[in-house]
Nanobody
Framework: QVQLAESGGGLVQPGGSLRLSCAAS????????MGWHRQPPGKQREFVAH???????NYADSVKGRFTIARDNGKNTVYLQMNNLKPEDTAVYYC????????WGQGTEVTVSS
C-alpha cells in the first residue's frame, strides 16, 4: 500500500514563500514521476509542476519563475518551493506520484492573503 503524506501549507502574505513537502511510503522501488496539482476555491484541479526521476521538470505557465520542484529519490520525497506568492495561488495543493498507477496525497491548503 502506497501512501503520500504532505506538509508545509498555511497562510502567507502576498510576496511571501512556502515550501511544500510530500513523502511517499510503502513498498516502493523506483518512482517515475512526482508532481503537484492544485485546486483553487470553486475551480477545477490544475497541473502545477512535475519532475521525472532523472530530474527533468515541467511547470504550468502561471508558476514559471516563481515555483521550483525538486525530489530526493533516496527519501521518495518531492518538494515544491513557492516564492513570490500571489492571491491567485490560493488553493489546496495535491502531490502525486506515477508508480504502478497514480497515487494522490490528501491535500494541503495554501492561502495567500494580506
Amino acid at each position: 500500500q502506497v501512501q503520500l503524506a504532505e506538509s508545509g501549507g498555511g497562510l502567507v502574505q502576498p510576496g511571501g514563500s512556502l515550501r511544500l513537502s510530500c513523502a511517499a511510503s510503502g513498498t516502493i522501488n523506483s518512482i517515475r514521476t512526482m508532481g503537484w496539482h492544485r485546486q483553487p476555491p470553486g475551480k477545477q484541479r490544475e497541473f502545477v509542476a512535475h519532475i521525472l526521476r532523472g530530474g527533468d521538470t515541467n511547470y504550468a505557465d502561471s508558476v514559471k519563475g516563481r515555483f521550483t520542484i525538486a525530489r530526493d529519490n533516496g527519501k521518495n520525497t518531492v518538494y515544491l518551493q513557492m516564492n513570490n506568492l500571489k492571491p491567485e495561488d490560493t488553493a489546496v495543493y495535491y502531490c502525486y506520484i506515477l508508480y504502478d498507477k497514480t497515487y494522490w496525497g490528501q491535500g494541503t491548503e495554501v492561502t495567500v492573503s494580506s
